[in-house]
């Protein structure tokens, strides 16, 4: 094959780094997988180093694409935001690949690099607008429309899907809070049961009550803190990614 032909793939999840040796057609030559955490981006580095030099002596490699955590700007090469490795937040991951192997680096949110595959050639691909969900160390995701991910920086819009977002979360919360409070009625009816029944009443009632508490607990924290972090992230440059912070 031709130099142009192979690329270094790179996807970073909170645990382990799996990595690839790929063709423009998304055939997979080789596989591989390292250990994500470390105290330096520069330190993970110095673990992928003889790899790489393993690689680079049997394929020709013309560049690295990166898909990471974190809410990536793919013009400056930051990965902004938070996830679960601190060490790849707020420092230029283009520039320090670059300089390490020497080959052009491109980089991109995790969830949105899913999205643009099934878009290229899984399940997307016969359709013109579609939501992926990434369920991994983070909850991520992305929207695709024409074959672009949706980036937004305007209010309404983000809003909107995370004000839908609080309020389905709403619902279930209380679907699951009047199942609980329909057990409780039914562990009351059952107070009224033989005298020697009454010690496991009590125990059941007590259990029963504190899970009523916890439900309560949980729909008033959604209701009331959600929305705010929603009119904060809006005026972001972010993907429509539940905040890019996925893994």
């Avoid at 013009?75 to 991951?93: R, T």
């Avoid at 919360?173 to 029944?197: D, G, N, P, W």
């Avoid at 009550?209 to 729909?219: A, E, G, N």
């Avoid at 972090?229 to 440059?237: A, C, D, E, I, V």
Wanted: overall charge neutral; proline content about 3%.
């Amino acid at each position: 094959m031709q130099k142009d032909d192979f690329f270094l793939v790179l996807d970073f999840g909170g645990s382990s780094v799996k990595g690839a040796v790929m063709s423009r057609d998304a055939q997979i030559h080789d596989r591989f997988s390292l250990p994500s955490k470390a105290a330096s981006y520069e330190q993970w580095l110095d673990t992928l180093a003889p790899k790489f030099g393993e690689l680079a002596e049997r394929f020709a490699l013309k560049g690295i694409a990166i898909s990471t955590c974190g809410a990536v700007n793919v013009d400056s090469g930051v990965i902004e935001g938070a996830s679960a490795l601190p060490y790849i937040h707020d420092i230029d991951v283009r520039s320090l690949y670059q300089a390490r192997f020497d080959l052009p680096v491109e980089l991109e949110n995790d969830g949105c690099c899913a999205a643009l595959a099934e878009d290229w050639l899984g399940a997307g691909q016969d359709d013109d607008e579609f939501c992926l969900l990434v369920l991994g160390s983070g909850i991520g995701g992305a929207i695709v429309r024409d074959g672009e991910v949706i980036k937004v920086r305007i209010c309404m819009p983000v809003s909107l899907a995370t004000a839908s977002f609080v309020l389905k979360m709403a619902s279930l919360l209380l679907i699951q809070m009047l199942r609980q409070l329909a057990r409780l009625s039914k562990t009351l009816r059952r107070r009224r049961t033989k005298k020697s029944k009454n010690l496991m009443v009590f125990k059941s009632f007590r259990s029963t009550s504190r899970v009523t508490v916890m439900w309560y607990l949980w729909l008033s924290i959604g209701i009331a803190i959600l929305p705010p972090f929603s009119l904060m992230f809006s005026t972001l440059w972010i993907p429509n990614t539940f905040f890019s912070e996925g893994g």
